[in-house]
Each structure stands twice: as structure tokens, then as C-alpha cells.
């Protein structure tokens, strides 16, 4: 009997490409490749890899067409599919006594509740996965493909905790799982999202070492709080860190940064900017932090941001150019943001720039961080203020790629309400600095 073949609508062809010369369309159906089947983006960038491929397109009007490609190895076709993945994302079979969807209200946006575990979103868009959803086929897939590095949500090593914090019986034995992409040679990074009194002291201590016997495979992992909501009724009640916590865990983190230096070269474990906001303690140099592997979950922002705004000041002049303007963010980056504006009015010492610290209300005063700040408490906590000609906001407020908030309402939102303009910036430091001194 033979398969059916998985069929992948086209969504675009780019141009000068060379499904453009082929006269492929958008609204064309990608059959198959060399007549095998198409699971999903891996199977696709396989297949396609080869000089010498056929595919298989279908028309819309059932009309198909057979078309022998001769390219360079590696050559991208030009196909943009509607579903990035060629296939459905896989959600998350947990329920993680620190997950932050578990803590969000009713009535928000459906995609904010989707919880994604899907290994190929580690490739394409560096996402964390807990290797609880890995099927075999799935790690043969990925063992064949040698597809890294693969980013790993490891929280504990302790097999038995790490079922007690995922809410899962698999989650220990899939622990394994790392030892046979650390056989095949596949790179990975770690993350460990702490929780008071489950996986900090002893048992971080544990899990850092055990990880060691991943080096150098294993290049970095990040050390992050658990974040907290004021939604928590119903969920396992877990304590906030405090300030001591926080000292505690970077002497940990850094006395095994010292251990794994002097043994393997790098330093692996690295501690989220947050830890050392709530400490009270200087940041790392630049140095240490090993070309900012973990930038996305917080690991390092704030040192790169200091030194990207001083290398580019060093190349301004300044000047008495008079500007007003109001710069908003969370509460636990407002100290730093201020720091940066006071450095450009040195240079620029009539340029008049106010930093607002958000509370957020939202989702509850423990949650300090800009990325989760909400429209409507920017709206509320500002709207009898004096801005000034314009209101800056970082871009980590926005969903990617769009101007729509966590609340769905939208940055002309804000600007209607509030009666002013609003810019955003990025999270860099020239696009930080020009920001604040150039006017549009």
C-alpha cells in the first residue's frame, strides 16, 4: 500500500528565485521532493539540500507538475510555506509548578495560552524545551539531521524533583535524552528556572555539577527566578526569592564558575541580570559573561547595554541641542535605563529626559520586569504626566514583529489615550542613544 504524502501549501515564492524561474506560485502545493514525504521543515531543508532534486507541484487547478532542479548544494528553492514548521506545533504535555501561562488571566488573546514544547522551535527560533515531548521518532530524527545546538529547559537533575516540579512521571527518565546528544556530538545549551525551595541551594549545586559531564558539549546554561503572578491562587504556592536568596545563589553560581574556568576553559553557568538587580550586586564585566550566549533569557542585558551606550557616545561630540521626552520601562531595569540617560546628558546637557518606572498592576507587583509591562498600566500610571514631544517604550513590550502590547491593545492605543507620540527602541545601545537625542 503506498504512504499518502503529506502536502505543504506554498504561501510565497521570493523573488529572483528559483521556484520564481519555475514559474511556481503562490497557492501551488508542494507534493514531494525526490517522491518522498515531507513531515515537516527538517524533511523539506534535507531534501532540498541536494543539487540535483525533483519536486512535485501541484496547481490549483489538480494540474501537476514534475520539475527536475539542477543548483548549488544548499541553494534555497525560494518557497515560503504557511505554516513556518510544514506542520502542527506541539504543546506542552506539563504542567510546571512555575509555568507562567498557568498564571496568567482569563480572557486574554488565545495564542498567549498556547504552551509550546516543540523540539523544532529550538532550532529555528532558539526556544526551550523540556525533552518530555520527544518522541523516538523524534530523537532519531534529530540524531539523523544532527540538528544543534538544542536548548534544554533542564531545572533540576535530580530525576525524581524534576518529576515533582514538571508534574510529569517521564520528566526524570528524559534526563537520558541529553546523554545521547551528548554521544552524538550535538551542541546544546541548559536553562534552569529556580524555585524557592524545590531546586536552589543543594540542588542547584547538584544540577550544575552533574551538568559538567556535558562539557564542552553543553555550552552555556542560564540561572533565572521563577517568575511570579498575583494569579496563583490555585497553583502550588511557591515563596518569592529575597535579597539574601539572591546573594546566596550568585556565590553558588560563582564558585562553580571558578570550578568549571580552571577545569574545562568557560565558565557554563551564568546568572540572570535579575539576581544581581535584586541583590544589590555590581554586574559581571563583559568578559565573563563569554560573548552573551544567553542574552535571551536575561543574561547579560544590562552589561551590554552599558557598553554599547558608552562605545557609541565616545563617538559623539555633544552639543546644546534642547530636547523633552519621557522614556518608560519596567521597574527592575529603571535604574539602569537612568543611569544610561544620565551618561547621554553629559554630553547632551539640555536634553531633558524623564524615566518612568511601570508598576505593573497587571499581573502584580512582583513582576518587575519591561517585557510583561501592559498598555493599560502604562495608560493609567501616566495619563496626568507631562511627557514632553514624545514617549519612548522598548521594544520588548510588543509582540514580535508587530505594535500590539500583552493586553492586545496597540501602540496608536497609547497614543490616543495619552495624547502624544510614541517611538519605540530597540534593545541596543546606538538605537538607545539616538533615540534619545535625535528628533524624527
Same mark, same amino acid.
Given at each position: 500500500?503506498?504512504?499518502?504524502?503529506?502536502?505543504?501549501?506554498?504561501?510565497?515564492?521570493?523573488?529572483?528565485?528559483?521556484?520564481?524561474?519555475?514559474?511556481?506560485?503562490?497557492?501551488?502545493?508542494?507534493?514531494?521532493?525526490?517522491?518522498?514525504?515531507?513531515?515537516?521543515?527538517?524533511?523539506?531543508?534535507?531534501?532540498?539540500?541536494?543539487?540535483?532534486?525533483?519536486?512535485?507541484?501541484?496547481?490549483?487547478?489538480?494540474?501537476?507538475?514534475?520539475?527536475?532542479?539542477?543548483?548549488?548544494?544548499?541553494?534555497?528553492?525560494?518557497?515560503?510555506?504557511?505554516?513556518?514548521?510544514?506542520?502542527?506545533?506541539?504543546?506542552?504535555?506539563?504542567?510546571?509548578?512555575?509555568?507562567?501561562?498557568?498564571?496568567?488571566?482569563?480572557?486574554?488573546?488565545?495564542?498567549?495560552?498556547?504552551?509550546?514544547?516543540?523540539?523544532?522551535?529550538?532550532?529555528?527560533?532558539?526556544?526551550?524545551?523540556?525533552?518530555?515531548?520527544?518522541?523516538?521518532?523524534?530523537?532519531?530524527?534529530?540524531?539523523?539531521?544532527?540538528?544543534?545546538?538544542?536548548?534544554?529547559?533542564?531545572?533540576?537533575?535530580?530525576?525524581?524533583?524534576?518529576?515533582?516540579?514538571?508534574?510529569?512521571?517521564?520528566?526524570?527518565?528524559?534526563?537520558?535524552?541529553?546523554?545521547?546528544?551528548?554521544?552524538?556530538?550535538?551542541?546544546?545549551?541548559?536553562?534552569?528556572?529556580?524555585?524557592?525551595?524545590?531546586?536552589?541551594?543543594?540542588?542547584?549545586?547538584?544540577?550544575?555539577?552533574?551538568?559538567?559531564?556535558?562539557?564542552?558539549?553543553?555550552?552555556?546554561?542560564?540561572?533565572?527566578?521563577?517568575?511570579?503572578?498575583?494569579?496563583?491562587?490555585?497553583?502550588?504556592?511557591?515563596?518569592?526569592?529575597?535579597?539574601?536568596?539572591?546573594?546566596?545563589?550568585?556565590?553558588?553560581?560563582?564558585?562553580?564558575?571558578?570550578?568549571?574556568?580552571?577545569?574545562?576553559?568557560?565558565?557554563?553557568?551564568?546568572?540572570?541580570?535579575?539576581?544581581?538587580?535584586?541583590?544589590?550586586?555590581?554586574?559581571?564585566?563583559?568578559?565573563?559573561?563569554?560573548?552573551?550566549?544567553?542574552?535571551?533569557?536575561?543574561? /547579560?542585558? #544590562?552589561? =551590554? @547595554?552599558?557598553?554599547?551606550?558608552?562605545?557609541?557616545?565616545?563617538?559623539?561630540?555633544? %552639543? *546644546?541641542? +534642547?530636547?523633552?521626552?519621557?522614556?518608560?520601562?519596567?521597574?527592575?531595569?529603571?535604574?539602569?535605563?537612568?543611569?544610561?540617560?544620565?551618561?547621554?546628558?553629559?554630553?547632551?546637557?539640555?536634553?531633558?529626559?524623564?524615566?518612568?518606572?511601570?508598576?505593573?498592576?497587571?499581573?502584580?507587583?512582583?513582576?518587575?520586569?519591561?517585557?510583561?509591562?501592559?498598555?493599560?498600566?502604562?495608560?493609567?500610571?501616566?495619563?496626568?504626566?507631562?511627557? /514632553?514631544? #514624545?514617549? =519612548? @517604550?522598548?521594544?520588548?513590550?510588543?509582540?514580535?514583529?508587530?505594535?500590539?502590547?500583552? %493586553? *492586545?491593545? +496597540?501602540?496608536?492605543?497609547?497614543?490616543?489615550?495619552?495624547?502624544?507620540?510614541?517611538?519605540?527602541?530597540?534593545?541596543?545601545?546606538?538605537?538607545?542613544?539616538?533615540?534619545?537625542?535625535?528628533?524624527?
Amino acid at each position: 500500500m503506498t504512504k499518502k504524502l503529506q502536502e505543504h501549501k506554498i504561501k510565497e515564492v521570493l523573488p529572483g528565485s528559483i521556484a520564481e524561474e519555475l514559474e511556481i506560485e503562490a497557492g501551488d502545493v508542494l507534493v514531494s521532493i525526490n517522491e518522498q514525504p515531507i513531515k515537516d521543515v527538517f524533511d523539506y531543508r534535507y531534501l532540498s539540500e541536494d543539487e540535483e532534486i525533483v519536486l512535485l507541484i501541484r496547481k490549483p487547478d489538480g494540474e501537476e507538475w514534475e520539475l527536475e532542479i539542477e543548483k548549488d548544494a544548499y541553494e534555497d528553492l525560494g518557497l515560503v510555506f504557511e505554516d513556518g514548521l510544514m506542520d502542527e506545533y506541539r504543546s506542552c504535555r506539563n504542567k510546571c509548578i512555575f509555568c507562567f501561562i498557568d498564571q496568567m488571566p482569563t480572557g486574554m488573546r488565545d495564542t498567549l495560552y498556547f504552551k509550546d514544547d516543540d523540539a523544532r522551535l529550538s532550532f529555528l527560533q532558539g526556544n526551550y524545551i523540556t525533552l518530555t515531548n520527544l518522541s523516538e521518532e523524534d530523537m532519531e530524527r534529530i540524531l539523523f539531521y544532527k540538528l544543534s545546538p538544542i536548548n534544554i529547559s533542564v531545572h533540576t537533575t535530580n530525576p525524581e524533583l524534576r518529576c515533582k516540579m514538571l508534574n510529569n512521571r517521564f520528566a526524570g527518565e528524559a534526563l537520558e535524552k541529553i546523554k545521547r546528544f551528548y554521544d552524538a556530538g550535538l551542541e546544546m545549551n541548559g536553562q534552569i528556572v529556580l524555585c524557592k525551595g524545590y531546586n536552589d541551594g543543594e540542588e542547584l549545586e547538584r544540577t550544575i555539577h552533574d551538568l559538567t559531564a556535558y562539557l564542552p558539549l553543553i555550552q552555556s546554561v542560564s540561572v533565572v527566578p521563577m517568575g511570579m503572578t498575583k494569579f496563583r491562587e490555585e497553583l502550588t504556592q511557591v515563596e518569592p526569592f529575597t535579597k539574601e536568596d539572591a546573594i546566596e545563589v550568585i556565590g553558588i553560581i560563582k564558585k562553580w564558575q571558578d570550578i568549571i574556568q580552571k577545569h574545562y576553559g568557560t565558565r557554563m553557568i551564568h546568572a540572570s541580570d535579575e539576581w544581581y538587580l535584586l541583590a544589590g550586586l555590581p554586574l559581571p564585566a563583559e568578559d565573563d559573561y563569554e560573548g552573551y550566549p544567553q542574552l535571551e533569557n536575561g543574561v /547579560g542585558m #544590562i552589561r =551590554l @547595554l552599558h557598553v554599547e551606550v558608552d562605545e557609541y557616545l565616545a563617538g559623539c561630540k555633544g %552639543d *546644546d541641542r +534642547t530636547r523633552k521626552l519621557t522614556l518608560v520601562t519596567g521597574e527592575l531595569a529603571a535604574s539602569t535605563i537612568k543611569e544610561q540617560v544620565e551618561k547621554i546628558q553629559k554630553k547632551y546637557p539640555n536634553i531633558d529626559a524623564k524615566v518612568v518606572a511601570i508598576r505593573n498592576d497587571f499581573f502584580g507587583n512582583s513582576i518587575t520586569v519591561a517585557g510583561l509591562v501592559t498598555a493599560q498600566d502604562i495608560i493609567s500610571q501616566l495619563k496626568d504626566r507631562e511627557l /514632553g514631544e #514624545i514617549l =519612548l @517604550l522598548p521594544e520588548v513590550m510588543l509582540r514580535s514583529g508587530e505594535d500590539v502590547f500583552l %493586553d *492586545d491593545l +496597540t501602540v496608536s492605543d497609547v497614543e490616543k489615550a495619552l495624547q502624544t507620540r510614541v517611538g519605540i527602541v530597540k534593545s541596543e545601545g546606538e538605537a538607545f542613544v539616538r533615540a534619545v537625542i535625535e528628533s524624527d
